[in-house]
């Protein structure tokens, strides 16, 4: 599971790789030929050597490619030690100095990492107290995508035109001005969870009975949600399965669910002694959004395409950087 909220797994996995050493000292160098475009003039980061890693899963490893290659452009050698398994390794690994730095969420870090069990509902109070609290830890956040990796409600093209439903609260109206139209298909941990299902349905106050909720592994959730087996199917915002299956997503419009929106997280050390990083990710970090991560992984995900291929061609694309 990609969410990071599963923090035991993710610890123990994390541990794990902290005393084998796995994935933190392995890596190959990034060679892609790459100079300046709107990003890296002038080679700000000429003569250093810089490690970015990332998680395992999809999302994580295009934007830890995104990482490396802004910093290739702009004139650094990069060690690319992206895809490490469970949910505390990057983080440690950049904490620790072994790697520079990597997109990590907002959330993840807020209530999984330092401890707290109330989310902040503002995306951008969210990330100053998270800013504020990890510089103790030696860790920088830069400031954060609109990319937001977190939970919603979903449903297909025919659903929607039947019911019309475009927010959470919409939802809430339709349980109980036509009870049978609402069905959920949801993982068990969402459906188990103060800050999934149950927290959900009493901050809209819905009341969807047992009967009427299907509980199945994640990957499931989207087919299912697509072939209208279920009105309803909680997907990741970011997720690329809701672009290739054209799922409509319901707005959180009492913002419910925690924000998990990406940020580079770099480490202290590294940005005193190359404060440029943060100039040449900037503007990179402010054009991701959820409509740019739902292509991407997409590209991934239903097409096959290599994740470090799909970040060097929205890079490009984007006149970010230049090849050859």
Not at 4 to 9: C, D, H, Q, S, V
Not at 218 to 237: L, R
Request: with cysteine; charged share 25%; proline share 5%.
């Amino acid at each position: 599971m990609r969410r990071a909220r599963l923090f035991l797994a993710g610890f123990l996995a994390g541990g794990s790789l902290l005393a084998s050493g796995c994935g933190l000292t392995s890596g190959s160098p990034m060679v892609d030929d790459v100079s300046p475009g709107s990003i890296g003039r002038g080679e700000p980061l000429k003569g250093a050597d810089l490690t970015v890693t990332s998680k395992e899963f999809t999302e994580q490893l295009i934007l830890g490619a995104i990482m490396g290659i802004a910093f290739e452009a702009a004139g650094a050698d990069v060690l690319d030690r992206t895809g490490i398994q469970g949910s505390i390794g990057g983080r440690e690994a950049v904490r620790s100095g072994d790697a520079d730095g990597m997109y990590e969420y907002t959330g993840t870090a807020w209530i999984n990492y330092l401890g707290n069990s109330e989310p902040i509902t503002g995306p951008r109070q969210q990330w100053q107290a998270v800013r504020d609290a990890d510089l103790k830890n030696g860790l920088t956040w830069l400031r954060p995508a609109p990319l937001n990796n977190t939970y919603a409600l979903a449903m297909n093209q025919s659903r929607f035109k039947r019911y019309g439903t475009r927010t959470l609260s919409d939802v809430a109206a339709l349980s109980k001005s036509d009870p049978a139209a609402v069905t959920l298909c949801v993982e068990s941990q969402f459906a188990n969870r103060e800050d999934g299902l149950p927290g959900m349905q009493k901050a809209y106050g819905m009341s969807v009975p047992a009967s009427r909720i299907t509980q199945m592994d994640t990957g499931i959730i989207y087919t299912q949600a697509a072939k209208g087996s279920c009105t309803y199917g909680e997907v990741f915002t970011t997720d690329g399965r809701i672009k290739s299956m054209n799922l409509t997503v319901m707005e959180d419009d009492r913002k419910f669910f925690p924000n998990y929106n990406a940020a580079p997280e770099i480490n202290t050390k590294t940005l005193k002694k190359w404060p440029a990083i943060a100039d040449v990710l900037d503007p990179v970090t402010r054009k991701l959004d959820n409509t740019v991560a739902r292509t991407l992984n997409a590209k991934v995900d239903v097409d096959g395409e290599d994740p470090h291929q799909v970040a060097l061609d929205w890079l490009t694309e984007e006149g970010f950087v230049k090849e050859g």
